[in-house]
């Protein structure tokens, strides 16, 4: 079967879009997939975790340092949150996301995605007001090889800089062999 290659972006940069292509692709880089092919294991640098801080517009010595928004983007579960077989639903592979700031932002607007030598699915996730939102996504389990990938964009709230910003993260590349 003949190997597809995505130029410079990932799938779920390439289908995301809306939220900051740009910026997830500088954090995500290159991954090469195949159809029937096996994918290259070392290729792209593997993110298991991203981080962003929005700084009050206003500095105040001190005091602003403690006002600083902390975020991060993190997959969950076992071997840094790669793709695994679900505990909870027999049959599938998922993989899970979970963006967490010290305070309330405005909003985070997110995609996940699973991919496999078999297909994908994307997921949005987010939340408005909160501190945090988490995401999944899950495929029917297949012998094969694959990868979670999440980007995502969050509003600072009023009185913070940069206004948004833009992070993304990636898994390792799995092999499962059993379903």
Not at 28 to 48: F, H, I, K, Q, Y
Not at 110 to 127: E, M, Q, R, T, V
């Amino acid at each position: 079967m003949k190997l597809r290659r995505w130029d410079a972006k990932s799938r779920l940069v390439q289908r995301v879009g809306a939220v900051g292509a740009a910026a997830a692709l500088a954090v995500v880089g290159t991954m090469s997939t195949a159809g029937a092919a096996t994918p290259d294991l070392g290729s792209g640098r593997v993110l298991g975790k991203s981080e962003l801080a929005f700084y009050p517009s206003h500095p105040g010595g001190a005091a602003a340092s403690s006002r600083v928004i902390h975020c991060e983007m993190v997959f969950i579960g076992a071997n840094h949150g790669a793709p695994h077989h679900s505990g909870h639903v027999p049959g599938t592979v998922n993989v899970r996301v979970r963006v967490t700031c010290t305070k309330p932002v405005r909003m985070i607007r997110a995609k996940i995605g699973l991919f496999s030598n078999h297909g994908s699915k994307i997921n949005a996730y987010g939340s408005v007001g909160r501190a945090a939102a988490r995401g999944n996504a899950a495929l029917v389990c297949r012998t094969g090889y694959y990868q979670g990938e999440s980007a995502a964009q969050i509003t600072a709230p009023p009185g913070y800089h940069p206004p948004t910003a833009n992070m993304a993260a990636k898994t390792s590349k799995v092999h499962l062999t059993r379903c």
